[in-house]
Nanobody, 126 residues
Framework: QLQLVESGGGLVQPGGSLRLSCEAS????????IGWFRQAPGKEREGVLC????????NFADSVKDRFTISRDNAKNTVFLQMNSLKPEDTAVYYC???????????????????WGQGTQVTVSS
């Protein structure tokens, strides 16, 4: 059974760091682009970062530039989101998702991401 499980969220003070993990089971991530998305209360889900099957990065949100990075470890079937210099406005539920509509490449169309994890809460507050 295909499954994505996010972990690593929590409560952190402004300026702190967190590393989120997205572990896949039931299939291999090697051939797919994986995106990280977030949804704050009362807001639409938005793209954060994506990593292609070949390791190319795509930034969907200017607000995280130079603070967040995405990486993948295919041996662990896991994609990571390293978040530094966190701000209160980064508070959201963070999701990872598999892009299956354009093989291996990141897409800025959220509808192309068809397999989603359950999300992990990130709260940035003093």
């Amino acid at each position: 059974q295909l499954q994505l499980v996010e972990s690593g969220g929590g409560l952190v003070q402004p300026g702190g760091s967190l590393r989120l993990s997205c572990e896949a089971s039931g299939f291999t991530l090697d051939y797919y682009a994986i995106g990280w998305f977030r949804q704050a209360p009362g807001k639409e889900r938005e793209g954060v970062l994506c990593i292609s099957a070949r390791g190319g990065r795509t930034n969907f949100a200017d607000s995280v530039k130079d603070r967040f990075t995405i990486s993948r470890d295919n041996a662990k079937n896991t994609v990571f989101l390293q978040m530094n210099s966190l701000k209160p406005e980064d508070t959201a539920v963070y999701y990872c998702a598999v892009q299956r509509r354009t093989f291996g490449y990141c897409s800025d169309n959220i509808n192309n991401y068809v397999d989603w994890g359950q999300g992990t809460q990130v709260t940035v507050s003093s």
